[in-house]
């Protein structure tokens, strides 16, 4: 893809740009969204695009946001992610494409799914 495709990238801190773009994993517990507990709805950095509902957020202990459920269907896409040797479900914007985090299926009821999500991924709108 080129910059052309992603206008909105020049706004991007290289954090940002380094987790949606390259596909990278900010440390555990260091995110600004780890331990929020502000009401609203969790949205793209690089579109808008709304994804989560704080209503569905929860600590894993995992160091990242959790949320049990996106906000609606067709909010992201999950790919097979082979990376590191490992075998995950990457999650993106559908909008846009950015890099969010993984899925896994140790999360609580009612779906049993744990969207474990980069905080700089994120924008909260409360």
């Keep these: 893809m080129t910059d052309k495709d992603h206008p909105n990238d020049e706004q991007l801190t290289p954090e940002q740009f380094s987790i ?3 596909k990278n994993t900010e440390p555990p ?3 600004k969204y780890a ?3 502000k009401t609203g709805i969790y949205q793209c950095i690089c579109c808008g695009n709304p994804l989560f ?3 569905t957020k929860y600590d894993s202990g995992s160091g990242w946001p959790s949320f049990w ?3 609606a269907v067709g909010s992201v896409a999950e790919v097979v992610d082979t990376s590191h040797n ?3 479900v990457e999650v993106t914007c559908q909008t846009c494409g950015a890099h969010l985090g993984h899925v896994f299926e140790d999360g609580p009821e009612p779906t049993g799914l744990r969207y474990c999500i980069n905080s700089a991924a994120l924008d909260l709108k409360e």
């Design 53 to 55: 509902n704080s209503e």
């Design 35 to 37: 331990y929020c507990k």
């Design 20 to 22: 949606c773009r390259l």
């Design 29 to 31: 517990f260091t995110g």
């Design 69 to 71: 459920d996106v906000l």
């Design 86 to 88: 490992m075998r995950r």
